[in-house]
């Protein structure tokens, strides 16, 4: 069973901090891309964050650039996305997911995905 599990979500006010992990089960990260993504009500599915397997390459969408940073600790066959400085439109459940890849995959090339985990950020 190939499963990606996400943690770390909860209700933060706005400027707080939170930061989430992705624990990989029945398969290595190793030489997988993973990427974030988070989802509000009624809308669909957004990349904000991408890592390479080695995590020599990046992405972080606009809006969260110099708020968040993705990082990932092979050994630990863990990922994770730490977010500063967080806004009421960061709410969604955010998901993790993972492509055999070797490059930074498009949003439509991600092979496995985790259940989500809640991201509220209200006053």
């Known amino acids: 069973q190939v499963e990606l599990v996400e943690s770390g979500g909860g209700l933060v006010r706005p400027g707080g901090s939170l930061r989430l992990s992705c624990v990989a089960s029945?398969?290595?990260?190793?030489?997988?891309?993973i990427g974030w993504f988070r989802q509000a009500p009624g809308k669909g599915r957004e990349l904000v964050a991408a890592?390479?397997?080695?995590?020599?390459?990046?992405y972080y969408v606009d809006d969260v650039k110099g708020r968040f940073t993705i990082s990932r600790d092979n050994a630990k066959n863990t990922v994770y996305l730490q977010m500063n400085s967080l806004k009421p439109e960061d709410t969604a459940v955010y998901y993790c997911?993972?492509?055999?890849?070797?490059?930074?995959?498009?949003?439509?090339?991600?092979?496995?995905w985790g259940q989500g985990t809640q991201v509220t950020v209200s006053s």
């Open positions: 890592i390479t397997w080695s995590a020599r390459s990046t």
């Open positions: 029945g398969f290595t990260l190793d030489y997988y891309a």
């Open positions: 997911a993972a492509g055999e890849r070797y490059y930074l995959p498009p949003p439509n090339e991600y092979d496995y």
